[in-house]
């Protein structure tokens, strides 16, 4: 049975994740986890009253070329190792895409434990994390700016619209809100918030620690290059203290290439998976590029998990309002040898739901899995397609 975690559940949940996830909370620590959960999102599987698996849909907007869309964020999903391998898991990710698409989540992230278990159910890789690592000889220095820094208590008041406009920069960033900030954000990335000013405007931040010899930086955001070279001075300015800088940034940063010396170390991991929950949705409001010499895109999508996406799909675009989508479902009529009928013409694309989100997230251009047979095209939908899709660069700086 699929239902709902109830209230007085909540503690045989958080014994499931320390068992399933290897970690054991204070006390302390348990007491604000349970004042902070909320049962509703959460979705079990159970016998009898007895949790067998979980997992949480937590409701998240994301930007994709600056505008929001709702995503349901999956996370700790577990099992107990006596009921593992018995399709439960599946169970409740098709049960939770199913109460997205319902919700108008038209996404749904995720960071995976196997990225090859999840690309069964329809999830892609979009977004990779890098880890830059400096020697304190390859700091910059002092670089001229205009404003200061200044180190400040966690407030996300001070550092929001300087995340929010950086954010919007990419494809897969969250939107935060207050809550975010303050429960998750601030809590996950422990140490000192330092805020550059400039003529009273906060215009970045960074969020690091300084422990035994190193800087580490979990989030270093600027705007504008005057607080680019702001923060970077200041992070020298600790070169007395530090003999290494570790920063994470975004996988396409062009910061190695603004250091006085880039060959530094460049580590890269794969990150955050992806889907679409609902096609017809999403295409309807994703944000291409509007051009009038532009034909109809179309696409033939298949998808094993969600059967609502399967279909064609011919878009025609609109300047300043939503696209017009016709929607074809595939046939279900059964051949002699009992194959679906699906009839799907050779002239647009024909990619799975995957490919789909590598591509409309900016992931991997079309060009590119047509060349590695990932998907098919003629070449007047691959050219039109590739002429209607924005600049993307996919990155996400949180975790659930």
């Known amino acids: 049975m699929i239902r709902k975690l109830k209230p007085s559940e909540l503690e045989d949940s958080i014994r499931l994740s320390e068992f399933a996830f290897q970690y054991e909370m204070t006390e302390e620590e348990r007491r604000e986890r349970l004042s902070s959960l909320n049962p509703d999102v959460t979705w079990i599987v159970e016998n009898n009253g007895e949790i067998m698996s979980k997992a949480s849909v937590l409701p998240f907007h994301v930007y994709i070329d600056g505008k929001p869309f709702k995503m349901g964020g999956v996370a700790g999903v577990a099992t107990w190792p006596e009921h593992r391998r018995s399709g439960l898991v599946a169970q409740l990710l098709k049960h939770a895409l199913k109460d997205m698409k319902a919700n108008g989540q038209t996404l749904s992230f995720l960071h995976p434990f196997s990225i090859p278990f999840y690309r069964k159910f329809g999830w892609e890789l979009f977004s990779d994390e890098a880890q830059v690592t400096l020697s304190k000889e390859q700091l910059p220095g002092r670089i001229p700016h205009k404003g200061y820094v200044k180190r400040i208590e966690p407030d996300y008041l001070a550092i929001n619209d300087a995340y929010q406009q950086w954010a919007k920069r990419y494809s897969g960033t969250l939107v935060r809100d207050e809550k975010w900030w303050k429960d998750s954000l601030f809590k996950r990335k422990k140490g000192t918030l330092a805020a550059y000013y400039h003529e009273n405007q906060c215009t970045g931040y960074m969020i690091y620690t300084v422990k035994e010899m190193k800087m580490t930086i979990h989030e270093l955001i600027w705007i504008t290059p005057d607080a680019r070279n702001g923060l970077m001075s200041f992070i020298s300015n600790h070169d007395s203290m530090i003999e290494t800088v570790s920063i994470t940034t975004t996988p396409h940063e062009r910061l190695p290439f603004l250091l006085p010396d880039p060959k530094v170390k460049h580590e890269v991991t794969s990150y955050f998976m992806a889907r679409i929950v609902d096609v017809h949705y999403f295409l ?48 279900d009529e ?12 050779k002239k ?25 047979a990932w998907i098919e095209s003629d070449e007047k939908t691959l050219a039109a397609l590739t002429k209607s899709l924005p600049p993307l660069k996919p990155f996400l700086y949180d975790f659930f």
Not at 312 to 330: G, H, Q, S, V, W
Not at 334 to 345: D, F, I, L, M, N
């Open 284 to 331: 309807n409001e994703y944000p291409f590029k509007f051009a009038s010499d532009i034909s109809p895109l179309i696409f033939h999508v298949t998808d094993e998990t969600c059967e609502w996406n399967n279909g064609t799909y011919i878009i025609k675009l609109r300047e300043a309002k939503e696209n017009d989508i016709e929607f074809f479902p595939f046939s």
């Open 334 to 345: 059964k051949t002699k040898e009992g194959v679906s009928c699906q009839h799907a013409p």
């Open 348 to 372: 647009g694309l024909h990619l799975d739901v995957r490919m789909l989100i590598a591509i409309l997230l900016g992931s991997q251009s079309p060009q590119t899995l047509v060349e590695e």
